[in-house]
């Protein structure tokens, strides 16, 4: 499904990836692991085209979104791919519902369309009661499955985490990595994910280790 070639990314002179070559299936779930500085957000970030690469391809069912422009790649990625990072990043002036529906409403679907969507998501996720909440009356558990709901708003191929699980205590860190098992069970969601947590890095199909922006062993 992802395909990634020879990517390397610097930044003036410092060189963070050095000729990465990784596949995506479907369904599956790859852990990325290694220290600070390894270069794995960096790479999650240029696999959803958040960043790009200095050099290399990335092709999503083999085309390369190499030629997008700006507009199209933000429509590809709304459209196509799906974000949860370390801090929940909801909009604190939402509810719970109207955060997930955001992604929708950029793609263009209606109220109605994006409100049925986002619950039946909601619903999925034990939020059913918390529609109507902002996220500061949210859990922090809660708060981080509402981002994962808007997350999938929009059905994507691939969903990116970036230490999703890195803010939460153990039993709601423990939680989420099940959910995330569920949903690739229930649905056949991809994800990669950037992690510290070894336990979850282990349960995932496969571990990509990184050190010194490359990949050492996967």
Same mark, same amino acid.
């Given at each position: 499904? !992802?395909?990634?070639?020879?990517?390397?990314?610097?930044?003036?002179?410092?060189?963070?990836?050095?000729? !990465?070559?990784?596949?995506?299936?479907?369904?599956?779930?790859?852990?990325?692991?290694?220290? +600070?500085?390894?270069?794995?957000?960096?790479?999650?970030?240029?696999?959803?085209?958040?960043?790009?690469? +200095? +050099?290399?391809?990335?092709?999503?069912?083999?085309?390369?979104?190499?030629?997008?422009?700006?507009?199209?790649?933000?429509?590809?990625?709304?459209?196509?791919?799906?974000? *949860?990072? #370390?801090?929940?990043?909801? $909009?604190?002036? /939402?509810?719970?519902?109207?955060?997930?529906?955001?992604?929708?409403?950029?793609?263009?679907?209606?109220?109605?369309?994006?409100?049925?969507?986002?619950?039946?998501?909601?619903?999925?996720? %034990?939020?059913?009661?918390?529609?109507? %909440?902002? &996220?500061?009356?949210?859990?922090?558990?809660? #708060?981080?499955?509402?981002?994962?709901?808007?997350?999938? =708003?929009? +059905?994507?191929?691939?969903?990116?985490?970036?230490? &999703?699980?890195?803010?939460?205590?153990?039993?709601?860190?423990?939680?989420?990595?099940?959910? /995330? $098992?569920?949903?690739?069970?229930?649905?056949?969601?991809?994800?990669? *994910?950037?992690?510290?947590?070894?336990?979850?890095?282990? =349960?995932?199909?496969?571990?990509?280790?990184?050190?010194?922006? =490359?990949?050492?062993?996967?």
């Amino acid at each position: 499904m !992802i395909t990634a070639k020879d990517i390397t990314r610097f930044y003036g002179e410092l060189q963070v990836l050095k000729g !990465i070559n990784i596949t995506i299936a479907p369904r599956e779930i790859v852990s990325v692991v290694g220290e +600070s500085g390894a270069g794995k957000t960096t790479l999650l970030q240029i696999l959803g085209t958040l960043d790009s690469a +200095s +050099s290399g391809e990335i092709l999503y069912d083999g085309v390369s979104i190499k030629g997008l422009k700006s507009k199209a790649l933000a429509d590809f990625r709304n459209k196509h791919i799906g974000f *949860i990072f #370390q801090f929940h990043q909801l $909009l604190p002036e /939402f509810t719970c519902l109207e955060n997930v529906c955001m992604p929708a409403f950029i793609a263009g679907k209606t109220k109605a369309e994006a409100e049925t969507r986002a619950k039946e998501l909601l619903d999925y996720l %034990h939020l059913s009661h918390r529609y109507n %909440h902002k &996220p500061n009356e949210l859990s922090g558990g809660e #708060q981080q499955r509402c981002a994962v709901a808007r997350a999938l =708003m929009n +059905s994507p191929k691939v969903v990116f985490a970036d230490e &999703p699980s890195g803010n939460l205590d153990s039993r709601n860190a423990n939680e989420l990595h099940q959910l /995330f $098992l569920n949903l690739r069970r229930d649905f056949g969601y991809s994800f990669v *994910i950037v992690t510290h947590n070894e336990e979850f890095a282990n =349960m995932a199909d496969r571990k990509l280790q990184m050190k010194d922006g =490359m990949i050492i062993s996967n």
